[in-house]
């Protein structure tokens, strides 16, 4: 991570990412803070985050309910300014939703009028692609979710996890340099949420995109990130960031012996007595 103690807040971000090593590619969150409300009703939400992310990163954020997990994620989007600090992707600053970053919901909002392969084909036609590239497109896309028998399925003929993975087809099929994910998972029941996680997994795998989720959940962490962050509250602030030592040993075959393995278990201890740390 670059020295950012000597720039200025938002106002000089532009000048200080260009004439600094932020210019490496990749994305960096420099000295985030971020306050809601104003005057005696103001209070902060984030306090100087600061992280540096590359592109083929897979990164899980951990964290107490209300730590700020979603506010993050939403400046990373560019959809809330910061009070201070600036994201830079490939170094330049961002600030609004663009096609660089693609984000993905706990509910998959899909257009209930257009088929699983019509709503993955929607953001390349408003991004002005052709109707046989974004046919093409999109079938790759559904070839990697793994939908290709329910392409042609309108939503509400889709099951919850079939619409996660059109949800996320959607969001990688404009090639974004970044997938934000804000508990996308969380809606599934248990069996689903397992088959998701390998599966997204495998499609991080075969992407390499930089992938960062947010998550509640200790073991989806542990089984899905190559690095772990945990947040505390009040405001939200990074307390640890963790190199996962199981993320390379889990795969199809390994995952549910990794789960049960002591190492698993002596891992979410560690983790769950952090984000219990943040209560005392
Ligand atoms: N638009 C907003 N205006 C005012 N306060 C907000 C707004 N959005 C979030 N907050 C507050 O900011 C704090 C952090 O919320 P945020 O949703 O970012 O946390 P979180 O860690 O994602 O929580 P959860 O895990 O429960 O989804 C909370 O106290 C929340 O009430």
């Avoid at 996962?244 to 390994?254: C, V």
């Amino acid at each position: 991570m670059y020295a950012t103690t000597h720039i200025p807040k938002v106002i000089a971000a532009d000048a200080a990412v260009r004439n600094s090593s932020a210019a490496s590619p990749g994305i960096q969150l420099v000295d985030l803070s971020l306050s809601y409300g104003k005057g005696k009703s103001e209070f902060q939400v984030l306090h100087q985050i600061e992280l540096s992310l590359s592109l083929d990163e897979f990164i899980c954020i951990l964290g107490p309910s209300g730590c700020g997990k979603s506010s993050l994620l939403n400046i990373m989007a560019g959809y809330t300014k910061p009070s201070s600090g600036y994201v830079a992707i490939d170094g330049n600053v961002h600030t609004k939703p663009t096609s660089q970053v693609g984000v993905v919901f706990q509910h998959a909002n899909l257009f209930p009028w257009l088929s699983a392969a019509g709503n993955v084909e929607f953001g390349l036609r408003m991004a002005g692609v052709s109707k046989q590239k974004r046919k093409e497109i999109a079938a790759q896309y559904i070839e990697l979710v793994g939908l290709e028998a329910a392409a042609k399925r309108l939503p509400h003929q889709l099951s919850g996890g079939m619409k996660q993975r059109t949800a996320l087809a959607r969001t990688l099929a404009t090639e974004p340099r970044i997938v934000l994910m804000d508990e996308p998972f969380s809606a599934l029941d248990a069996l689903t949420r397992e088959a998701m996680q390998l599966h997204i997994r495998k499609i991080w795998q075969h992407t390499r995109r930089c992938f960062f989720l947010i998550t509640h959940d200790v073991d989806e962490a542990l089984l899905l990130g190559r690095r772990i962050i945990v947040m505390h509250p009040n405001p939200g602030r990074i307390v640890q960031d963790i190199a996962n030592p199981l993320f390379d040993s889990i795969n199809e075959s390994t995952f549910h012996d990794v789960r049960s393995s002591k190492a698993f278990i002596n891992m979410r201890y560690q983790l769950l007595s952090l984000i219990a740390a943040a209560n005392v």
